[in-house]
């Protein structure tokens, strides 16, 4: 029996939807602790021990993969103080706060979300992948056409480009994959997996799938540092 979440975990979510107050959460924050926290580090834990299979750059201590419950609200119009759902996410070890690709996992009362790749990358991330994806788009084709991602994922999605960004050759093999700006698979199951004895084993079968094309990504992100990444561009503009 793996680790999951409990009726409880998402009465509280439920609940803090319509309770998003620091009063209630103070009052209710036992069951936090318990029923959401701890639950949460030891769904972590079984997914580390995984990730260390086929993605070991990316474990690291429960606590730093968990995500807090805390919103930042300095910048939004939305005071609510609290997240209505969990989250946790595993970037590669030394790419940390330089954009690297890696895995995420939500779970919320609506739905569980799990990701593989680079979600919004900066400028800087976002040309090395399209740099690399230039030479390199075949065997990235290949790895998007593996049955067991096509059966559990969706592709590249977010808001495209309409043409090929600035810089980069309209007439090329790769131009339909240089649209995209969101560089990350998303898998979507229904919130109450989450309370499934066997949820660590869906997530970790859609981590392993995913593994491949994190590793694709990585390469330029691990390879060129954000000076490197804008002379490299400086050069295909020039050309």
């Known amino acids: 029996m793996g680790p999951h979440f409990s009726e409880q975990t998402f009465d509280f979510l439920d609940e803090l939807e319509h309770r998003n107050e620091r009063e209630w959460f103070q009052e209710h924050k036992p069951v936090y602790e318990v029923e959401l926290k701890e639950r949460m580090l030891a769904v972590i834990e079984v997914l580390n021990l995984a990730l260390g299979e086929f993605a070991a750059d990316c474990v690291r201590p429960p606590n730093k993969s968990m995500m807090r419950i805390y919103r930042d609200v300095r910048f939004s119009n939305d005071k609510s103080p609290y997240k209505t759902h969990l989250a946790a996410h595993w970037p590669p070890r030394g790419l940390e706060k330089a954009g690297g690709a890696g895995y995420f996992l939500q779970v919320g009362v609506h739905g569980v979300m799990l990701a593989g790749g680079a979600y919004s990358p900066q400028p800087p991330q976002l040309r090395a992948i399209r740099d690399y994806v230039l030479d390199h788009h075949l065997k990235l084709r290949s790895l998007l056409a593996t049955p067991a991602l096509t059966t559990m994922a969706q592709p590249f999605g977010g808001n495209k480009l309409i043409r090929p960004p600035r810089g980069f050759p309209v007439e090329h093999p790769a131009a339909d994959l240089l649209l995209n700006r969101s560089w ?56």
């Not at 979507?188 to 660590?200: I, Y």
């Not at 981590?207 to 400086?234: K, M």
Request: charged content about 25%; cysteine-free.
């Open 184 to 239: 990350a698979l998303v898998a979507h199951l229904p919130g109450d997996v989450a309370l499934d004895e066997n949820f660590t084993d869906l997530v970790i079968e859609r981590f392993r799938a995913f593994a491949p094309v994190v590793d694709f990504l990585n390469i330029p992100l691990a390879t060129a540092t954000p000076l490197e990444q804008e002379t490299a561009t400086g050069r295909r503009r020039l050309a």
